[in-house]
């Protein structure tokens, strides 16, 4: 939850809880844990009434009506059906994803060895023709 804070994001949210809140701070987390636990206890008891009255194991997770339906409605056969096609997609992509890696290094190793192949010093590129002192269209 808290991935994105670094430790002065953190210490700054704590310095404004404490002056917004001020003495009551401990109330008001203590406030804030048991409405936690209350929403937890009433999300556990919601999916045991639901698994009682469907005759299933819900679990919370089940409540998603996608997952819900895929789980009682979909065989493992139908199911894998559906998938078939996204399957093929998927390891199509990742061979073509994997040519191009291929590719992106050898054109790296090829640059790397064009680089170490001539010196930065020497004048071993082809140079500009010198222009001539005197003008031939006359």
Request: net charge negative.
């Amino acid at each position: 939850m808290f991935e994105n804070l670094n430790s002065w994001e953190f210490i700054g949210l704590l310095l404004l809880a404490l002056l917004i809140f001020g003495e009551r701070l401990p109330k008001a987390i203590s406030d804030g844990m048991r409405m936690l636990r209350n929403l937890r206890s009433l999300a556990a008891n919601a999916t045991g009434d639901l698994s009682k009255e469907l005759g299933t194991d819900i679990k919370l997770e089940d409540l998603n009506p996608k997952a819900f339906m895929r789980k009682h409605l979909l065989s493992e056969e139908d199911e894998a059906a559906l998938r078939k096609p996204l399957t093929g997609l998927y390891d199509d992509l990742k061979g073509e994803l994997n040519n191009v890696g291929k590719v992106a290094s050898d054109a790296k190793a090829n640059v790397n060895a064009m680089a170490t192949a001539t010196p930065s010093g020497s004048s071993s590129s082809p140079s500009a023709p010198t222009p001539s002192r005197f003008d031939d269209a006359t």
